[in-house]
């Protein structure tokens, strides 16, 4: 009598427990559809990557310090098993200045067809003009949150990737020139992204989706859907927000909509035809969405907070180690 019971209500449990959220699909089939919890995203790891970039000084678009640390994006991502491809290009600024536009390209399991796409771009503001002392508006932008911490959690994952494989292709883009940009030229921005986009660094690139990193180590962040990101691809948001659940970071990525960002997945969505997100912070009920350092110059290392690092590197984790 009380096994019958027991193999009655079986059944029931499951039931309940798959309703809860999406743990599995309608088909049933456990072996292809579980969600398993991917492997630890280690966030010391990642704030000394952000350490290392800002120790060459601000990553300022045709500077010394941007030479340098692009030879050390390259070194580090070829240190953690990637192929690297490098695309080099002159692009022109807003304001005539000829920029020495460098992409990086690391990338993993090259012969997989099923390929998935992380980018963040790597340069630095060369101007604090939104800092709140107006003698800072010349000074560049550390960019430790706006730039490094976005690499930071792309190189975390390479040396993730490196100790334990994952079923599909990924592509990491360090994406050039984003941050030369003016406000009321929506254009400006994000010339290293326009010039993939255009040229992708394989002939014909295709991938399943992107997600762009963008200011993603700053403290009290959280991650809103952001409505280029709803329009042009909502189920990569879905994937993304599930993602955070199922890694316990439902707090820092509520499912509430953000504001509509020009950043590096317009031209990749427009241009390049990949449904691209973009995963940047939506500070409510404050003078500025993106944050308090947000382009002046306390955007460095000493506001870099681990805990928000953690919460988006494991939400990462999370999706590509379940990607089949
Ligand atoms: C706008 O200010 C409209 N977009 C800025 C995108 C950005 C700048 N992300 C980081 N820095
Ligand atoms: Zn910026």
Redesign the pocket.
């Known amino acids: 009598m009380k096994i019958n019971k027991i193999v009655f209500l079986l059944p029931l449990v499951t039931l309940f427990f798959s309703a809860c959220h999406s743990q599995t699909s309608k088909s049933g089939n456990a072996e292809a559809d579980t969600v398993v919890l991917a492997p630890s995203f280690n966030e010391d790891s990642a704030f000394v990557f952000v350490q290392k970039q800002c120790e060459f000084g601000p990553r300022t678009m045709n500077s010394k310090a941007h030479d340098k640390c692009g030879d050390y994006l390259v070194a580090t991502f070829k240190k953690y098993g990637a192929t690297v491809t490098e695309q080099f290009a002159d692009v022109k600024a807003f304001d005539g200045t000829v920029l020495k536009n460098r992409n990086i390209i690391a990338s993993y399991n090259v012969d997989n067809g099923a390929r998935i796409l992380i980018c963040s771009?790597w340069d630095s503001?060369p101007w604090a003009d939104a800092d709140p002392v107006e003698k800072n508006h010349k000074t560049p932008v550390m960019g430790a949150n706006?730039g490094a911490s976005g690499v930071a959690v792309m190189l975390e994952l390479a040396r993730q990737i490196q100790q334990k494989n994952i079923n599909v292709g990924i592509d990491f883009i360090c994406l050039d020139a984003?941050?030369y940009?003016t406000d009321n030229d929506?254009e400006s921005?994000a010339l290293g992204a326009q010039y993939w986009a255009a040229n992708p660094h394989v002939a014909g690139y295709k991938a399943r989706y992107g997600i762009l990193l963008?200011?993603v180590g700053g403290q009290g962040a959280r991650f809103m859907q952001e409505g280029f990101s709803l329009e042009y691809a909502r189920s990569v948001v879905n994937k993304v927000w599930n993602a955070a659940e199922e890694a316990g970071y439902s707090s820092v990525f509520p499912r509430k909509q953000g504001g509509y960002?020009?950043?590096d997945h317009g031209p990749i969505n427009k241009i390049a035809n990949i449904p691209t997100i973009d995963i940047?912070p939506y500070y409510e009920g404050t003078s500025c969405s993106?944050g308090p350092t947000?382009?002046t110059i306390n955007d460095d290392v000493e506001h870099i907070d681990k805990s928000t690092l953690k919460a988006v590197g494991q939400t990462m984790m999370q999706v590509i180690y379940n990607e089949k």
Do not use: K, N, Q
Request: avoid cysteine; charge should be negative.
């Open positions: 771009h503001r706006d984003e941050d940009g929506e921005w963008d200011m960002i020009t950043d940047i993106f947000w382009h």
